[in-house]
């Protein structure tokens, strides 16, 4: 993206897989700004620039779990698919539920992608450096 860093914004309540997650960001060596919220309604204020996040940067990329306290992920995918200024930033449903249900709701939602998180941690890694390598270098992401 014309060498300026990439920035993601990792909605996550697990701080195990939020770390995980940032580790694997880090040794991926890519340009990248991580911002990590930990709930539904922390992620929409992130993204509208509300609250204590008036001064967020929009992001390129949204990472996604599903299982969030306070406004679960389906809701914030919801929220942000339905948004005529958010709709354009890729959301990657990044969760532990396997659940044929899951995925096709997600997917009925417009989520850009669906990934089931391994339960192995080399795998957890290999699969945020695939996201990285797709997302990131091959690609092309909205520039707004």
């Not at 993601?8 to 919220?37: C, F, K, W, Y």
């Not at 599903?66 to 354009?88: C, H, Q, S, W, Y």
Request: proline letters at 6%; charged letters at 25%.
């Amino acid at each position: 993206m014309n060498g300026r860093r990439i920035h993601i914004l990792l909605v996550e309540d697990n701080p195990g897989d939020a770390r995980l997650t940032l580790e694997a960001l880090r040794e991926a060596q890519m340009p990248v700004n991580l911002s990590h919220v930990v709930n539904g309604v922390e992620a929409i204020d992130f993204l509208r620039c509300a609250g204590p996040h008036s001064r967020a940067a929009r992001p390129d990329l949204i990472l996604l779990d599903l299982n969030l306290p306070r406004k679960d992920g389906r809701e914030v995918l919801a929220e942000i698919k339905a948004d005529a200024t958010l709709r354009r930033i890729p959301v990657i449903v990044l969760t532990t539920s396997q659940s044929a249900d899951d995925i096709h709701r997600a997917y009925d939602m417009n989520a850009n992608c669906y990934v089931s998180k391994p339960v192995d941690l080399d795998q957890f890694v290999r699969v945020i450096r695939c996201i990285d390598e797709f997302w990131l270098n091959i690609a092309k992401l909205p520039v707004e």
